[in-house]
């Protein structure tokens, strides 16, 4: 995953390309660089590592006047994170720059195509085919050139490009990868993602797929992939500028743990009316929902964690089977979905390109789909037949936490409202519920307060591998602890569902082995204070979670964190919270880089895409698609 960026105006455009490449930062950060039209050529700067080595290089954009430019800061996938394999790369003839955000997937056939044609490479990138391939079309026209460029593209891709006869004028195109257009006032962008244009503009314009359009200081044009013009609407980012920057945490990761009981209240807000759940300008019929057979939910990461807890939510008050499936995993399964299975599919970004695939396949074996996704206008966001958004707000670090909880909240809003709709739960239980969880956000708010001590509870227990026990909504709140611990605090960390642990894994409990112990389900607290007891007696150190009041657990584990009670079905909203903040400490500790860890991505753009086609050995096969 890489983010780009593009400015046009009259004033200095390399710093507001560097100020975007700073916030799309966490799509990417091992190289960056800079073109910018100047003097009737275009002056490319580019370094290997973070931006804050482009801005020296370039004096903070001092170095490469020009008032339009595009930008670049990459996630290496095709070569090294070196200065010549970072974007943006030139035509042979200096007449165009790209950058791309994406994979080129056939690269390496029109690679060897273009070096018969004679051009000379500079780089082991896909994207410098790109490039190659505009100044092979190129004719003196640059729609047709960009047009002929992406008829030859399999893979995804937004790119971005500038063309030396046509000074002020910056191109896009898209395909399957995020590009948002920025509408200024004599002035106008395109980036990744709108949290690099909220401090210049909110008025901004999602381009489809297969779109292309042109922007000058004072036009944007939109074509569709015929080449005929499209009038797109404008819409209103909500976001703030502060919403988008670290707002006086030292990580954006911190800063987003603390928004939850605010990102909570706006996922439950516009969904509760006179104590009612209602979704988003859509209803499932009573017939719709009567041929449902069972609900599938799918995702990656984290996303998947949420919906491990959503399922129990969803099972417990509806009544009707669901199964969490691994998106990477379903979208080659051959699975059994048809037209009455009801697909949840859960995305922070809405670009994980497994879990877009795993949509295409539920849709193409007829299933209907709801996204739960944050971001707006994203690729889940569009393939989906609803779409429940989280409105968690830009989530910059890469570890997700807001943009779990927003899920989980989601996903309860969900369960209440199917539940009603099915008749699964009568009027005073319902009533109850939505009550409790419009109580979420002060709940949430009260467990960030009562676990000052956190700091000093991850040092004692983030010392080396852990293991993370529980059970039923418990355990769900476990997979997403480790999975949190491994991400940003690089440490070993393990998950278990509690009654697991002796089937083999207390092989590995010896002295002094931190246990995390997840114990927030009433009805399954004693089952799992005796998994507490079986490890301890062999030695483990024991950090156990629980609800308030809980006395039982202080007697047996070494230190508790306590979360406020609330109902079982709800709370691993509270749960993870201090999950989170554990993992953060343990990572500050460890000095890690806590909101850009290593070797990760806000989301994974790699993958091809493929359909599940009938051979004529009537065994399914995947075919890449073109
Ligand atoms: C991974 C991220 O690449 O994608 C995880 O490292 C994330 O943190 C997962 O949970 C899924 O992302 P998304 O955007 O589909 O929720």
């Not at 006047?65 to 042979?92: F, K, Q, V």
């Not at 391939?133 to 490009?161: N, P």
């Not at 007829?366 to 958004?389: E, F, M, P, R, W």
Request: with cysteine.
């Amino acid at each position: 995953m890489c983010g780009i960026v593009g400015f046009t105006g009259a004033r200095a455009a390399a710093p507001v390309l560097l100020g975007g490449l700073e916030r799309l930062e966490y799509r990417g950060y091992d190289s960056a660089g800079i073109a910018v039209f100047h003097d009737g050529a275009i002056q490319v700067e580019k370094v290997s590592g973070r931006i804050a080595r482009l801005r020296e290089k370039t004096e903070d954009g001092a170095l490469t006047p020009g008032s339009a430019g595009i930008g670049h800061t990459r996630w290496a996938t095709h070569g090294a994170p070196t200065d010549l394999n970072a974007h943006p790369h030139l035509s042979n003839d200096g007449r165009f720059a790209v950058v791309h955000n994406g994979i080129i997937e056939n690269y390496l056939e029109l690679r060897k195509e273009l070096i018969r044609d004679g051009y000379v490479f500079q780089s082991e990138t896909d994207t410098e085919t790109i490039v190659h391939l505009l100044e092979k079309y190129y004719d003196g026209d640059i729609k047709t050139a960009v047009m002929k460029t992406a008829a030859r593209l399999e893979g995804s891709y937004a790119l971005g490009i500038v063309c030396t006869d046509t000074p002020d004028a910056l191109y896009v195109v898209r395909e399957a990868s995020p590009l948002i257009l920025g509408v200024g006032v004599e002035e106008n962008y395109f980036a990744s993602d709108v949290t690099a244009l909220v401090s210049h503009t909110k008025n901004v314009i999602y381009l489809d797929d297969g779109e292309f359009a042109k922007l000058t200081p004072d036009s944007i044009k939109v074509f569709d992939c015929t080449g005929c013009e499209v009038k797109k609407p404008v819409s209103r980012v909500t976001w703030s500028v502060e919403a988008a920057e670290k707002g006086g945490y030292e990580h954006f990761m911190l800063k987003e743990i603390m928004e939850q009981p605010a990102a909570v209240k706006a996922a439950l807000t516009p969904r509760i009316h006179d104590g009612r759940v209602q979704l988003d300008g859509f209803e499932l019929s009573a017939e719709e929902l009567g041929g449902v057979s069972k609900i599938i939910i799918t995702a990656c990461g984290s996303a998947y964690y949420a919906g491990c807890s959503g399922r129990y939510a969803i099972e417990h008050l509806c009544r009707v089977p669901v199964q969490v499936e691994l998106a990477s995993e379903l979208r080659y399964a051959d699975p059994m979905v048809d037209e009455h299975t009801l697909v949840l599919v859960i995305s922070q970004s809405g670009e994980t390109a497994d879990t877009i695939a795993a949509l295409r396949e539920c849709k193409a074996r007829g299933a209907k789909v709801i996204g739960i996704v944050n971001v707006v206008g994203s690729t889940i966001a569009k393939l989906s037949d609803h779409v429940l958004y989280t409105f968690a707000g830009p989530e910059i670090a890469v570890a997700t936490t807001k943009g779990f909880t927003t899920q989980l909240t989601v996903l309860y809003l969900f369960a209440l409202y199917l539940a009603e709709k099915l008749g699964r739960i009568d009027a005073d239980s319902y009533a109850a519920l939505v009550k409790e969880l419009q109580h979420l956000p002060r709940r949430i708010q009260q467990t960030i307060d009562m676990n000052w001590q956190l700091p000093k509870l991850a040092s004692r227990y983030a010392s080396h591998s852990l293991f993370f026990i529980g059970r039923n909504t418990d355990y769900a709140v476990a997979l997403e602890g480790a999975l949190k611990m491994k991400e940003i605090s690089y440490l070993h960390a393990e998950s278990y569902a509690a009654g697991e642990l002796k089937h083999g894994t207390i092989a590995l409990i010896e002295e002094n082995q931190p246990v995390i112990a997840v114990c927030c389900n009433e009805a399954l607290m004693d089952k799992t204070l005796s998994n507490i007891v079986e490890v301890k007696a062999r030695g483990a150190k024991v950090l156990a979670l629980s609800c308030k009041g809980n006395k039982k657990i202080v007697s047996q584990a070494d230190d508790v964190i306590f979360i406020p009670r609330v109902e079982t079905v709800f709370s691993a909203a509270l749960a993870v919270v201090p999950l989170q903040l554990l993992a953060y400490y343990a990572a500050k500790e460890k000095g890690c880089d806590i909101d850009k860890p290593k070797n990760l991505a806000k989301f994974c753009a790699k993958g091809h895409k493929t359909r599940l086609i009938r051979s004529p050995t009537r065994l399914w096969r995947y075919k890449t698609l073109s």
